[in-house]
């Protein structure tokens, strides 16, 4: 018995420490809201004190509206048991005598006591908490504050970054137009100047081409009149007649030169106009032998294969006449004496052919990709006079009036030049 006393005695003794020395406030009040016993943390917190709420509605210790609301919450939950705050912990506002307000958590429970219906709350001080709290807000703000002025700096540079970029590449892609110009305009120059120095090198060759192929008609004609005034001085009239024919041929043979000039400027400039005619192939064939029997070395023959029929032409005759004279006159040149000069033509599928084949120094073989080339002339005819448009002028021609021309020739064998042009 005495044992258990002394426990009772203890543990109420335990309670009792317990209870007044408990950091957070503890409140009993009864189920009209009386407060029974405040605990000494609990009358700090509220500014009492000791002793001086015992008795007192602890509705005093709420501000509005839960100090007229309180009532009501006992009543209902002692009416419905609809619990509000029994068994709960809340956060709420606590009232202090000096009417300042104040946060606070509260957890209540419900006792009995001499079988009356009583509650018990632990009010635990929030104030540094919250103050902690809204110091954490605060902070917060102030950070979100500065981060909204540093994002805001930060997509400031970012757009001046993106706008740099932006400016970068234009100015990138103008600098590469302009060097695009630059570079255009450069090959241009070039072209211009590679033009200007074949144009250049075409007079000097033509210079240096002309004064030799003029200076023997020429030199010919000289010798031949002083010869022809001699002659005459003597009476013997008869002899000057050979000196007339050789003064004639070199004249020929200057105007041909001229002339062949004269076909590549027109043909240059685009300004060479076809004078078209009517008349029978082979009254031309005839005709252009006898023209040219001149050209003819001694012992030299013609072999000629003519189409039976006769057909009539529609053409420029000057200009057929040009080409054809060309190859025919190199066959001659580039053959010796006595050989044979054949003369093929025939009409096949409205194209007129005509081949000239002959037995001379032929062309080497390295040199034929150049043959048409204007002012070629072969590394075996150093010692053959020629101007080397001849070729040129033919394949122009044969150009203009959609003609083509083709050639074998084989080194001191003979060569064979072939033409096909369309008729109708
Ligand atoms: N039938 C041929 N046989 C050998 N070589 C030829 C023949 N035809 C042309 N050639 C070569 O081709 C070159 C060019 O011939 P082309 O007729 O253009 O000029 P050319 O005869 O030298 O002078 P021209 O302008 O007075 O005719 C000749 O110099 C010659 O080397
Ligand atoms: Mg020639």
Redesign the pocket.
């Known amino acids: 018995m005495k044992d258990s006393n002394l426990n009772i005695s203890v543990d109420g003794q335990l309670l009792n420490a317990i209870f007044e020395t408990a950091i957070d406030g503890i409140i009993m009040i009864n189920n009209k809201g009386i407060i029974l016993k405040i605990n000494p943390a609990g009358e700090q917190l509220f500014g009492y004190a000791p002793g001086e709420l015992i008795g007192k509605k602890v509705n005093d210790l709420m501000p509005m509206p839960d100090r007229i609301n309180h009532d009501v919450y006992l009543y209902d939950y002692q009416n419905t048991g609809a619990k509000k705050m029994i068994g709960k912990g809340r956060d709420i506002v606590g009232l202090k005598k000096d009417e300042t307000t104040f946060p606070c958590h509260l957890s209540v429970n419900e006792f009995f006591m001499n079988e009356e219906r009583c509650y018990a709350g632990i009010i635990h001080d929030l104030t540094h908490r919250k103050k902690a709290e809204e110091e954490i807000i605060e902070l917060n703000k102030q950070l979100e504050e500065k981060i909204k002025v540093k994002s805001n700096d930060l997509s400031t540079v970012v757009n001046k970054l993106l706008q740099t970029n932006k400016d970068l590449e234009k100015e990138i892609s103008v600098r590469k137009k302009a060097e695009q110009a630059l570079r255009e305009n450069e090959i241009e120059i070039r072209t211009a100047l590679k033009k200007e120095k074949e144009l250049s090198d075409l007079k000097s060759r033509f210079v240096t081409m002309a004064s030799h192929e003029f200076r023997t008609p020429l030199s010919t004609i000289l010798s031949s009149t002083s010869l022809i005034e001699n002659y005459n001085k003597k009476g013997e009239f008869e002899k000057s007649v050979k000196h007339f024919n050789k003064i004639k041929s070199a004249v020929k043979h200057l105007t041909e030169t001229l002339d062949?000039f004269l076909s590549l400027t027109k043909l240059e400039d685009g300004k060479l106009e076809l004078h078209m005619e009517s008349f029978m192939l082979l009254e031309f064939c005839d005709e252009f032998i006898k023209e040219n029997q001149t050209l003819l070395k001694k012992g030299q023959t013609i072999e000629k294969e003519l189409p039976k029929e006769n057909i009539e032409l529609f053409f420029d005759k000057k200009l057929l006449k040009h080409i054809v004279f060309?190859l025919f006159?190199?066959?001659t040149?580039?053959s010796d004496e006595g050989k044979v000069i054949k003369c093929k033509v025939k009409v096949v599928d409205n194209q007129l052919i005509i081949k000239i084949k002959?037995q001379?120094?032929?062309?080497p073989s390295n040199e034929q990709e150049y043959?048409f080339s204007r002012f070629?002339?072969?590394s075996n005819?150093i010692n053959i006079s020629?101007?080397?448009?001849?070729?040129?002028i033919v394949k122009e021609y044969l150009d203009l009036i959609d003609g083509s021309i083709h050639f074998e020739?084989i080194v001191n064998e003979g060569?064979i030049f072939t033409i096909m042009i369309p008729i109708k």
């Open positions: 062949d060309n006159s190199n066959a040149k580039y002959d001379g120094i032929g062309i043959l070629f002339r072969g005819v020629g101007t080397g448009i001849g070729l040129n020739s060569t």
